[in-house]
C-alpha cells in the first residue's frame, strides 16, 4: 500500500499486474489516499448508450481521446481507480502531465477554456494552481476553447505527437491515475461487447 502514494506522485498513476495483486481493497486505496469514493461506473463498450453526453455515444468504438473525468465539473475528481476484465480488448491509455507540459509549452499555461453547465458559462484554464496544488483539465466536448492557445491545445491533443503509456487489461489487474495530472482516453475497441472496465472517482477528503 505504502508504494501506491509514493509512485502516483513520481508518475500520477500506478498499475498492479494480475499476477502481483489482485485483492487490493478500493476501500483501503481511498483512505490511504485521504479520499472518499463518490461514484461507481460499470462500463461496457457498445455502439450507444442512449446518453447524449457520454463520451461512448461520441465515439464508439473509436478512440477515446486524451481528456480528464470530469472536465466539465467546478472541481474535477482527484483520482480514479479503474479495473478492467481480462478479456477487455480495448488498451487504456496515459499521458503524464509532464510530457503535456513540455510537448505544448506556453499554451499549457495560457490556454483559456468555457464550459457550459445549464446555460451558464464559467471559465476554466488547461492547467491552474489551486491551494499550492497543480491540476490538468481537458475535455474536446465540454470545453471550448476562448484563446489561441486553448485552440491550439484542442486540436493537438486529437492526435498527440508522443505516444502514450499503454495499459493493457490482459496483464493488468488495477489502475490508479490521477485525474489531475493526468490524462487518460482509451485504444480502439476491436471486438465490441467483449469486456467491461469497473471505475470508482475519488475525492479528497
Ligand atoms: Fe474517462
Not at 114 to 134: E, K, L
Not at 158 to 175: G, K, M, N, Q, Y
Amino acid at each position: 500500500m505504502e508504494q501506491i502514494a509514493e509512485r502516483l506522485g513520481r508518475n500520477g498513476y500506478v498499475s498492479f499486474s494480475r499476477v502481483e495483486n489482485d485483492t487490493l481493497s478500493i476501500r483501503k486505496i481511498g483512505e490511504h489516499l485521504g479520499c472518499n469514493i463518490t461514484r461507481y461506473s460499470f462500463l461496457k463498450p457498445r455502439s450507444s448508450t442512449g446518453r447524449p453526453n457520454s463520451l461512448s455515444d461520441v465515439y464508439g468504438v473509436a478512440e477515446f481521446p486524451p481528456h480528464s473525468d470530469g472536465a466539465h465539473l467546478v472541481s474535477p475528481p482527484d483520482y480514479l481507480i479503474m479495473k478492467g476484465s481480462r478479456n477487455r480488448k480495448a488498451p487504456t491509455l496515459l499521458w503524464p502531465s509532464s510530457k503535456l507540459i513540455e510537448a505544448l509549452g506556453s499554451d499549457a499555461i495560457n490556454a483559456q477554456f468555457a464550459i457550459n453547465r445549464g446555460g451558464r458559462f464559467f471559465g476554466v484554464r488547461f492547467s491552474s494552481r489551486t491551494a499550492g496544488r497543480f491540476g490538468l483539465r481537458f475535455n474536446h466536448d465540454t470545453m471550448k476553447p476562448k484563446n489561441q492557445s486553448a485552440t491550439n491545445i484542442h486540436s493537438w491533443l486529437r492526435e498527440p505527437e508522443f505516444e502514450p503509456e499503454v495499459i493493457d487489461w490482459a496483464s493488468t489487474a488495477l489502475l490508479v491515475v490521477n485525474n489531475r495530472t493526468v490524462l487518460h482516453g482509451r485504444g480502439r475497441i476491436e471486438e465490441p461487447d467483449t469486456g467491461f472496465l469497473r471505475r470508482w472517482t475519488l475525492r479528497k477528503q
